[in-house]
């Protein structure tokens, strides 16, 4: 809300000051919504690039680590941003990852049941958690951080009670998921051209959840960008008592939001579980940190009712790097965490910039 | 004018939650091409009055028309179906969305078919600058800048224009100008002209009296939940509106009265009665 009554402020402004004639292309390349989140990866790029040069930061297998570890977060991260521009949260992420894993571990281990069944249910469990939330938040306006909070912990107790009670255990192991599921869902994955001794690595070792990334990237992009949905989600952060008043079922579609990431949660348990063959409760509290940073610095308003899908696979990206990239260079380990802090707190205050510049944007012609 | 049936009217309509009543037998009526204004201190039931009309919420008692029908809405959307649109105070707009996305928040202009139906940025941006500019807002030709860098004043001009553009044949403005500066209430106001030349029966509602003397056709003064004076343009002064709307106490002695406490009180103020 800071941010409208800012721009509020700044409306007199653009009529004389946009008076610049030249340099107007590269100005309205800055003024594009995820052109912060762009501008920082290739700053953080560089920087590892050329720190990380003599450890292999750049060849396909050094690649490899930071793109997998990014591509898990990522897949979360998307729809999370959906639900920050829609001005919700949603931190139940950190066990619906180990609900998704041993559901589909014990539908196959326990039950025996066809691996694609366990898929199903799995994401079907992981949908029903998240239309939960979704109930929970828009019946009782409690806000979704407490929510989610709470859901958290809900799922996290349901996830070693039951696996124990069923299973007998909290370590479970995956029978072998055959090989189109392991290609599918947890595999890694090597490209070369050529013959053998002149071969080029286009990449190596990427595991499938980074192409699962990528699918869910475009799916995203498409229904914010460029279907009238994204227009629903915007106007629902925006305004919400606008939004309804405009005919837009906003409690429906922030159910649906929840649901997403609950079930974006859950797919990459499943891909971890099928990769590892085995899957565990552990919650992983460090995701929700992961993904949340993600979309910040993604150039997501925290207040809900701006952002871009390009924006947040930036910022995980940048933030892929960062968090793995420090062991290519000589910087200590340890500085890694303090990085990460500094680059959130650098990524907010360029995004800030950033969308003033893309508010004050007028490019009408003076008078 | 009598004899015209009324776009929208309401008969005896009262509303209550639970035992607070708030409205008390509003009847009111307003026609094609005409600007009716509602006049009203804080707490008076200007808003829950709007929001009886636009289907927020529904009539304990009494009864609604349209075009001399009965109706009724369980929503607003019903309402809005029937050509009732209700623009608020920030006109419902999104400062972080383009004009385009704006207009056409929840009726977005699609090309392309089944799951895969698209947005049509072009069309909407076009017919969004269109409709802003035919309503006299020029300076808008960009349907792609976000609405967070327009004045207050082009926010609630691209609001109406949404408005009539979706086909209202009721249009409810809820203090469009409460919050903007001169020029810029200047501005709401002719377009408030406009949507009236149009033939669409405007209801706006507003404590400024001025901006109601510079629109309206006919007027209807509420006061703690009942319609208190209900006269046509010229029938009043502008004195007697405002002595109205206080409560049918008198500016005048009201200020006298002001008047004589600080003379006394050295130049204090009364406390506020309550």
């Not at chain 1, 409208?4 to 390349?29: I, M, R, V």
């Not at chain 1, 912060?36 to 297998?61: E, Y």
């Not at chain 1, 190596?204 to 990528?214: E, G, N, P, T």
């Not at chain 2, 001009?157 to 409810?172: E, N």
């Amino acid at each position: 809300m800071a941010d409208a009554t800012n721009t509020e402020s700044k409306s007199t402004g653009p009529d004389t000051a946009s008076t610049s004639g030249g340099g107007l292309s590269l100005l309205s390349l800055f003024r594009r919504p995820d052109a912060g989140a762009a501008a920082g990866f290739i700053l953080i790029f560089l920087f590892f690039a050329w720190f990380g040069w003599d450890k292999n930061f750049l060849t396909p297998l050094g690649s490899s680590t930071w793109l997998n570890f990014a591509s898990k977060v990522g897949i979360i991260a998307i729809p999370i941003g959906f639900l920050m521009i829609a001005g919700e949260l949603d931190i139940s992420i950190g066990a619906l990852i180990p609900a998704g894993g041993i559901v589909l571990a014990m539908s196959t281990e326990t039950f025996g049941l066809n691996i694609w069944l366990g898929v199903l249910i799995s994401f079907a469990v992981a949908g029903a958690i998240g239309w939960m939330n979704g109930m929970l938040v828009t019946r009782t306006n409690v806000p979704s951080l407490i929510v989610t909070l709470a859901t958290l912990f809900v799922i996290a107790g349901l996830n070693a009670y039951i696996s124990k009670q069923i299973a007998g255990t909290t370590q479970h192991s995956l029978p072998d998921a055959g090989v189109v599921s392991e290609f599918l869902m947890g595999d890694y994955h090597t490209l070369k051209i050529g013959s053998e001794d002149s071969a080029f690595t286009i990449f190596q070792s990427l595991q499938s959840s980074f192409f699962i990334w990528i699918a869910v990237a475009v799916g995203c992009f498409f229904v914010l960008h460029v279907s009238p949905w994204g227009n629903w989600i915007f106007a629902m952060g925006g305004d919400q008592e606008a939004a309804r008043n405009a005919g837009i079922p906003t409690n429906r579609l922030k159910i649906a939001l929840f649901m997403l990431s609950a079930m974006a949660a859950a797919l990459v348990g499943m891909t971890e579980a099928v990769l590892a063959n085995t899957a565990s409760t552990t919650t992983q509290f460090g995701m929700i940190f992961n993904t949340i940073i993600c979309v910040v610095v993604g150039g997501v308003l925290l207040t809900g009712g701006f952002g871009t899908v390009t924006g947040v696979v930036f910022g995980t990206l940048t933030f892929g790097i960062v968090f793995q990239g420090i062991n290519f260079t000589a910087f200590d380990k340890d500085l890694n965490m303090l990085f990460i802090g500094a680059l959130l707190l650098v990524a907010v205050l360029m995004n800030d910039t950033f969308r003033n510049l893309a508010t004050s944007a007028s490019t009408t012609k003076k008078k | 004018m009598s004899d015209k049936t009324p776009v929208l009217e309401m008969r005896k309509v009262d509303k209550s939650f639970g035992p607070i009543d708030v409205l008390h037998e509003i009847s009111l009526k307003v026609n094609e091409g005409e600007v009716l204004c509602l006049l009203g201190d804080n707490g008076a039931g200007k808003s829950t009055l709007i929001k009886t009309m636009s289907g927020v919420h529904q009539p304990t008692r009494g009864e609604m028309l349209m075009d001399g029908k009965p109706v009724s809405f369980n929503r607003p959307r019903e309402a809005q179906d029937m050509g009732i649109a209700t623009v608020h105070q920030f006109g419902g707009t999104y400062p972080l969305m383009s004009v385009g996305r704006n207009f056409f928040a929840g009726n977005e202009p699609t090309k392309g078919v089944g799951p895969f139906k698209v947005f049509d940025r072009q069309k909407a941006n076009r017919i969004a600058v269109d409709e802003v500019q035919k309503m006299g807002i020029t300076r808008i030709t960009d349907g792609d800048r976000l609405v967070g860098g327009l004045s207050g004043g082009e926010r609630q001009s691209l609001a109406i224009a949404r408005a009539v553009y979706f086909g209202a044949r009721v249009l409810i403005l809820d203090e469009p100008t409460a919050a903007l500066g001169v020029k810029q209430a200047a501005h709401v106001l002719r377009i408030v002209n406009e949507a009236k030349r149009r033939g669409l029966a405007v209801i706006f509602i507003t404590h400024q009296v001025m901006h109601a003397m510079a629109v309206g056709d006919h007027f209807a003064v509420l006061i703690r939940g009942a319609i208190a004076a209900d006269f046509r343009k010229g029938e009043k002064t502008r004195e007697e509106i405002a002595d109205l709307m206080a409560g049918g106490e008198s500016m005048a002695d009201l200020e006298a009265n002001i008047e004589g406490y600080m003379e006394t009180h050295d130049g204090h103020v009364p406390e506020p009665a309550h």
